[in-house]
């Protein structure tokens, strides 16, 4: 009998006549929760047949490309529906994301909330139907005569630039798609599907073409995922860096300044103060020094440094002075470049870690601006270290202690680390010594493994001036965020020309780290106003203390203790307000303030405080000394909850 070898991932075998469906293949080996297979490495349909030996992998929604499938096959769904209600819309473009999927649709008029939740409804009725979902490939006069008559313009328009003279569609009952694919088997296996919301967006998302409804939607394979779903929705919602930047009064972004320019307010600019402090403090202990370098610089610096090939459409336009251009920076390393190179340095001196707060701003078209996460000024935790070659392991490996250390402060302990690596097959796509390159990736690579850092290796993803190694966090919701970045310049010490007298009394090039932890302090505060939806841990509250006088003649000894706790070194306010003690403690609940100190006669009397805390409520009266050494010793060790 004619048959073929299918391979798979554990190593073993199966033989089937030659045409098996991969359907049966999946069936054969007890897959049922398949939605479509990798053969060879290429998404496939599960309907189509083995004709040749081949590895296969069946993808399940857990898997990131089985899941987009799920999504792409629901776009299919949500424009069949669209179409049964709204025969005359005319369908764009329908790709799955992140999370979920859309469909671009003109119905010639922005759609309703009633629309949604009928598109929704059908959407449920055709996936219940459980409609076979098949490939259909069509010669090209065929798909376009078809697209004419339906008067589908848009699916027109994209038949241009498909140069093929046989188009693949997907049919689903009576609707047909033109699709790559591949999809799903059928249309039952999508058992939840939620309509989010719609939006206009642009044809080819050019302002001059037609104004289209973006919808979308979410769907799961289990009813039970798509409640668990909506709750996280819900609860990232509620912590909302906008919203609870603007309740809690910590940062604006005001219209009449410019979009994304941020306004640090002073309840968020003390966040700021106290993240930067302990940041000062871990790289004083390592041996940093710190430097404050100009906003501005010569035209020609941002040449040297190769930013005007490589990165000026993300640079602000340039300043004349006195006959001179400049230009405002969209980052540091040039400028500690300078720093090194004012002077000769000796090996002796290496490594040199120069580290910055250092504000650069970028273009972002306005567009893609998102409260504190996408920003035109950027405040970077900046630092670069000058070392020699032989040094980078042991760099590396105390930036990587250090990024540990730091995160963990702010209850950030799992995470994920790629480290990026030069592309084999093209040598050529990058820049420096292959030898030093070899050296580094070893380097980066020893130290991962001496800090027993878990981590994946990313082949091809090296910038073309060296290898990085990106930590990425998760926060309170499971949001992974890309905080640390750690990477290697064989460039720039070039371009500049950097030098170190050796031992030998010989020149010698240094290598040069860039490196940031937090990444950026705007995009960080956003990302932490979240993580703690608003209620900063002791050592970063804004406000630590705020004192409660139940009646007037309580007052005085209130603002007493407010200037005491004030000496003591903590943030403390009192409320003077004629309300009921209730009330004041809900407005300092409101406000996310840790430490409430309730003070009536009894209190005035025998110098204590009764202290109630922000989560573990009433925690009864005490000397007021104590409660201060208490709330000085949570600071001190910067407790994370
Ligand atoms: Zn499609
Ligand atoms: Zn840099």
């Known amino acids: 009998m004619d048959e073929v070898v299918v391979r798979f991932a554990d190593g073993s075998e199966l033989r089937v006549p030659r045409g098996t469906t991969l359907a049966e293949v999946a069936r054969a080996r007890g897959e049922s929760q ?15 047949r083995l004709e040749r030996d081949a590895t296969v992998r069946f993808l399940r929604f857990e898997d990131p490309q089985g899941r987009s499938v799920f999504w792409h096959s629901s776009a299919h769904l949500l424009a069949q529906a669209v179409k049964e209600l709204f025969p005359h819309a005319k369908l764009a473009i329908g ?67 498909i140069p093929d003279e046989r188009v693949s569609f997907y049919r ?28 206009g967006a642009y044809w080819r998302g050019d302002e001059r073409r037609e104004m289209l409804q973006r919808v979308y939607g979410i769907s799961f394979p289990d009813p039970a995922q798509l409640e668990a779903y909506l709750q996280r929705l819900e609860e990232a919602r509620r912590r909302d860096h906008r919203r609870l930047g603007r309740e809690l009064d910590l940062f604006s972004i005001e219209e009449s300044v410019g979009p994304g320019l941020v306004l640090w307010h002073p309840r968020g600019a003390v966040v700021r103060r106290c993240i930067e402090e302990f940041l000062r403090e871990e790289l004083d202990r390592r041996g940093y020094a710190w430097v404050y370098t100009p906003h501005v610089a010569r035209e020609a610096l941002w040449e040297q440094s190769g930013h005007l090939s490589w990165y000026r459409d993300n640079m602000f336009s340039g300043i004349e002075i006195e006959g001179q251009r400049y230009l405002v920076k969209p980052m540091n390393c040039p400028f500690h470049i300078a720093v090194y190179a004012s002077r000769t340095r000796s090996y002796r001196e290496l490594p040199v870690r120069l580290a910055e707060f250092g504000t650069v701003y970028r273009y972002e078209r306005s567009g893609v601006l998102h409260g504190l996460l996408r920003v035109r000024m950027i405040t970077q935790d900046d630092a670069h270290i000058f070392c020699a070659p032989h040094q980078i392991e042991d760099e590396i490996c105390g930036l990587l202690d250090l990024a540990f250390r730091v995160h963990r402060a702010f209850g950030f302990s799992s995470y994920e680390v790629t480290l990026s ?23 980066l690579e020893a130290a991962l493994r001496r800090e027993g850092v878990a981590y994946t290796r990313a ?54 780290v860039h490196r940031a932890i937090l990444g950026s302090l705007e995009r960080f505060f956003g990302i932490l106003i979240e993580h703690y939806a608003g209620a900063f841990p002791l050592w970063l509250a804004p406000e630590q203390v705020r004192v ?42 409101v406000w996310k303030v840790p430490y409430m100190l309730v003070v009536g006669d009894r209190e005035a009397e025998g110098g204590t405080v009764s202290v109630r805390h922000r989560t573990a409520g009433d925690l009864g009266p ?20």
């Open 622 to 641: 005490m000397p007021l000394e104590a409660f201060i050494q208490r709330a000085r010793a949570e600071v001190t060790s910067r407790t994370a909850s």
């Open 421 to 443: 690596l030069r592309d084999p097959a093209t040598p050529d796509k990058y820049a420096g010594d292959p030898e030093v390159w070899e050296r580094a990736e070893a380097a």
């Open 548 to 589: 409660l006088p139940v009646a007037d003649r309580h007052a005085a000894y209130a603002q007493d203790v407010r200037d005491r706790l004030r000496a003591a070194g903590l943030r403390a306010e009192s409320d003077l307000r004629a309300e009921k003690v209730t009330k004041k403690v809900r407005d300092a609940q």
């Open 95 to 161: 790709p799955p994301i992140e999370d979920g999927f859309y469909y671009d649709i003109d119905v010639g008029r922005p759609l309703e909330p009633e629309d949604l939740q009928r598109i929704e409804e059908r959407m449920r009725e055709l996936a219940a139907r459980d409609q076979t979902i098949e490939r259909v490939e069509l010669p090209r006069a065929e798909a376009v005569r078809r697209y004419q008559e339906a008067g589908e313009r848009y699916k027109l328009e994209l038949l241009e630039a």
């Open 459 to 512: 082949p091809g993803e090296a910038n073309f001036y060296g290898p990085k190694i990106d930590v990425y966090f998760f926060d309170a919701l499971g949001r992974k965020w890309q905080l640390t970045t750690v990477q290697l310049d064989f460039v720039l010490p070039e371009r500049f020309g950097l030098e170190y007298v050796g031992e030998d009394n010989r020149p010698h090039r240094p290598v040069m």
């Open 34 to 48: 398949a939605l479509v297979a990798l053969v060879d490495g290429v998404p496939t349909d599960l309907s189509a």
């Open 172 to 199: 689903q009952d009576g609707f047909w798609d033109m699709c790559r694919g591949p999809h799903l088997p059928r249309t039952g296996l999508i058992r939840a599907v939620k309509v989010l919301g719609s939006s």
